[in-house]
């Protein structure tokens, strides 16, 4: 048999745990009026990055799935996705813009030390005007919160459309 007509057998796609969105339906409309409201003047392929980033940190796989269509529905090269989980060996793949935004995301996704580290703020701080400091650190918190929503109720990846939020 060729390797073309070899049948490869995958695991199982698993259940989600809980439809939150269907019980918690107010609750939801929320976080997307805040997801809305946080992107506003943040460039659209900065602000795929960042979800990407703070969704492999918190091993969200169904934000992994939107984001990374969504940035490359965006114009995203392929490239830059995969270079993102080893961003700090692949720094000239990224602007100094986009690595300080990178970096910030890292700080307030993991605050293992309890708090964001005043070098790393600072560096966000020269990169970015301060509205569009304060929309990105919204848009790292939401997704943050989007990453524990998808986590915890165990969302499956791989049927999102780009575009299809909502």
């Not at 698993?14 to 992107?39: F, G, I, N, Q, S």
């Not at 793949?93 to 690595?99: A, Q």
């Amino acid at each position: 048999m060729s390797s073309a007509q070899e049948t490869v057998e995958y695991a199982t796609e698993h259940a989600p745990r809980l439809e939150w969105a269907r019980h918690a339906p107010e609750v939801y409309k929320a976080m997307v009026r805040l997801d809305t409201a946080a992107r506003q003047g943040l460039d659209p392929r900065l602000l795929e990055l960042v979800k990407i980033r703070a969704s492999q940190l918190n091993h969200c796989a169904f934000c992994l799935d939107m984001h990374t269509k969504d940035a490359l529905a965006a114009g995203e090269s392929a490239e830059r996705i995969v270079q993102l989980s080893a961003w700090e060996e692949s720094r000239h793949f990224y602007t100094e813009k986009e690595l300080a935004a990178i970096e910030l995301t890292e700080a307030v996704t993991v605050l293992t030390e309890g708090f964001v580290p005043d070098e790393v703020y600072e560096r966000a701080a020269k990169r970015f005007e301060e509205a569009e400091l304060a929309q990105l650190i919204a848009a790292i918190t939401v997704i943050n919160a989007w990453n524990r929503l998808g986590v915890t109720s165990r969302m499956a990846p791989g049927h999102y459309q780009p575009g299809q939020r909502g």
